[in-house]
């Protein structure tokens, strides 16, 4: 019973997804800028932070990971990129095929450990742990001999009603 209560715990990971630097000064006349030079990616046990920088600012986006919705490995020609609710990942010049990997699996491993999959799995521990508390209390109270009260109304239930 103590593994079931026990939650999955990660290390802090952060992952430098930027743009290789001559491929963004090369492809500069076409992006004028906008394309991000710097891209980073913060997980720690509960949410994952993606920090993109380009000329025109800095953006940072934090979800859960229950919230990252489907995270998957998109490829167009040789180009691959990490696409999730955080947007679209490409490291390097967009060739990076095992960052890539490494991205989805990781952000996929913490999907399982810390999402929405994982909190109905702690939620239907929790019931039946419940379950067996109240089996107990059943067992407690026929060998103390105690009746099995009813649910009384609290008292001035009616007193609310107008």
């Known amino acids: 019973m103590a593994n079931a209560t026990k939650k999955s715990t990660f290390e802090t990971r952060e992952i430098d997804a930027s743009c290789n630097s001559c491929c963004w000064i090369s492809t500069l006349p076409f992006h004028y800028g906008g394309a991000p030079y710097s891209t980073t990616i913060h997980m720690d046990n509960e949410e994952v932070t993606l920090t993109v920088v380009n000329l025109c600012g800095t953006s940072v986006s934090r979800r859960p990971y229950g ?3 489907s995270v998957d490995r998109s490829t167009c020609c040789c180009f691959v990129a990490a696409e999730s609710g ?9 060739c990076e095929t095992e960052q890539v990997d490494d991205i989805v699996q990781e952000l996929k491993l913490r999907m399982r450990g810390r999402g929405d999959t994982a909190q109905i799995q702690r939620a239907e521990e929790q019931i039946s742990r419940l379950d067996d508390i109240d089996a107990k209390l059943d067992l407690i109270m026929k060998h103390l001999k105690i009746e099995h009260l009813q649910q009384q109304d609290p008292p001035f239930a009616n007193a609310m009603d107008r």
């Open 67 to 69: 919230e990252l919705g």
């Open 86 to 94: 955080l947007g679209s990942i490409s490291p390097g010049c967009g």
